[in-house]
């Protein structure tokens, strides 16, 4: 109920606001709907099949392995999550050129399926080791092995989705009003924010383990069939005209050019790579406060009590609210206050991020450490919809958005792999009594001051970075005859 009231807000005051006229009819604003909101749906099913990892590790790390320690601790998690992550950040080689190629609705359907499928399998493995069915002994014994490689080829397919969702919408949405789709893609971010995190400790208490994985692959398989119907790659696809979007696309008419030289060309242009560069660091700072802010609050219960917060209890409900926010305050100034200029937004954000982890360092041991990493999320969540989610449409141009935003989002991963292998690394160990409790170093709050440690430099390089790019704008090859 807060988040549909909050949609409605939201809705409300984007329809007051003044209208950024650049011809479209009504029929087409229409379709235009029914194109993205069952392809950003189906994105948001795809983050539930993502991080319903981390949900799942507060089953399996009161589930004692083979050698008597905890199946999912910390640092195993970390190397699973690090892995996938890495694979995530790297596919971006071949999935941006195959959309640019083969559109974005072929990359939605195939990110779908290939994460379905992979999510039903973790679910039957976590069904084995639950059961002792076929297979047990071999996946408790190499736990670590055969989930790192599940979950590598999941997010191999999810690399699909944010691909998919700017390559489609690039051909959908003028430059004039991409600040709303980037506050779209943030809302849609947080709603699978929601879904995964929520939804999936809803699931894991009602149902049983093996269902965080099962689930969310029932759905993508709902919404693959959807986005077949429904979902088209542009305007004249769906049988509305086609019309210029003013990116750096603008004006050119000749063939297009192949992966490799579109590659050279993003890699040669310093606005994509400073972007990229603010985004490897929303990656690390993103997930930093998303998958171990409970973690910590679990383990240091006892000394701290977070654990019966408010803010433990409704976590994907406030990373929703705070996205949401997130994304519709960055969209809504960067249109009608900045014209249209995504930098000024993200380094507003950044500096955000950059106090309340410094402030974070000092009261992370008290009740304001949850008010805290909200309000970064909101930050964080707004700079991500606004770069990866936008500013790779504007300078990539919609012929080569699947490289640029692939690139863009590839770094944002590759940030993710950093943070995940840190933090496998620099974070306290869990040991596990009799009972399956988890004590020892972890227990300890003192033991965790790494974690808001790590975020400081990662705040400060993303806010130096942003203010590189303030005035960057696209620039069309020629200037559009009507807009």
């Known amino acids: 109920m807060a988040i549909l009231i909050l949609l409605a807000v939201v809705a409300f005051v984007i329809i007051r606001l003044p209208k950024i006229e650049v011809g479209h009819s009504d029929e087409f604003r229409r379709r235009r709907v029914m194109n993205w909101l069952p392809l950003g749906l189906t994105y948001a099913f795809l983050y539930m099949g993502r991080y319903n990892l981390k949900v799942s590790k507060f089953a399996f790390e009161e589930m004692g392995g083979l050698d008597g320690g905890a199946l999912m601790g910390n640092d195993a998690f970390g190397f699973i999550f690090g892995v996938g992550t890495v694979v995530y950040g790297f596919s971006f080689l071949i999935n941006g050129p195959l959309t640019d190629r083969l559109g974005g609705r072929f990359s939605i359907l195939c990110g779908s399926a290939g994460a379905a499928l992979m999510n039903l399998l973790m679910g039957l493995a976590s069904l084995s080791l639950l059961r002792q069915g ?5 996946i408790a014994t190499n736990f670590v092995v055969v ?31 991409r600040g709303v789709f980037g506050a779209i893609f943030g809302i849609l971010i947080s709603l699978g924010i929601y879904f995964a995190f929520d939804w999936g400790y809803s699931i894991l208490n009602t ?52 992966a490799l030289q ?36 679990k383990q240091t219960d006892v000394m701290l009590g977070l654990e019966s917060s408010f803010i433990y209890e409704n976590w994907g409900l406030l990373l929703c609210c705070a996205g949401i926010l997130g994304g519709v305050v960055a969209g809504v100034i960067s249109d009608h206050v900045f014209q249209s200029r995504r930098g000024p937004v993200a380094m507003l954000l950044y500096v955000v991020m950059l106090i309340g982890a410094v402030v974070l360092t000092f009261t992370y041991q008290t009740p304001a450490v949850g008010f805290l990493v909200i309000l970064m999320s909101m930050a964080v969540i707004g700079v991500h919809g606004m770069l990866s989610g936008t500013a790779s449409m504007d300078f990539g141009g919609r012929k080569n958005v699947g490289i640029a935003v692939g690139i863009i989002d590839g770094f944002v991963y590759l940030g993710t792999a950093v943070m995940s292998f840190t933090y496998a690394i620099v974070l306290p160990k869990e040991q596990l009594d009799a009972s399956g409790e988890i004590i020892g170093p972890a227990t300890d709050p003192a033991n965790w001051r790494p974690w808001p440690i790590a975020m400081i430099p990662l705040a400060l390089i993303g806010t ?20």
Not at 262 to 286: D, H, Q, W, Y
């Open 464 to 483: 130096l970075l942003a203010y590189r790019v303030w005035h960057a704008k696209p620039q069309p090859k020629k200037t559009p005859a009507s807009t």
């Open 262 to 297: 579109v590659f050279k060309l993003m890699l040669r242009n310093p606005i994509i790579m400073t972007i990229a560069g603010v985004e490897f660091c929303s990656g690390f700072l993103r997930q930093a406060i998303m998958q171990w802010y409970r973690t910590f609050a």
């Open 134 to 138: 076929p297979g047990y002994h071999y």
């Open 147 to 177: 989930f790192s490689v599940l979950y590598a080829v999941n997010m191999y397919f999810q690399s699909f989705g944010a691909v998919a969702i700017v390559k489609v919408n690039a051909a959908w949405f003028h430059v004039r009003e």
């Open 207 to 258: 149902f049983g383990l093996e269902w965080v994985f099962l689930v969310p692959a029932v759905l993508l398989v709902l919404f693959f069939t959807l986005d077949v119907f429904i979902v088209r790659n542009t305007p004249g696809e769906a049988g509305q005209r086609d019309f210029d979007t003013a990116d750096a696309s603008s004006g050119d008419e000749g063939p297009q050019l192949s």
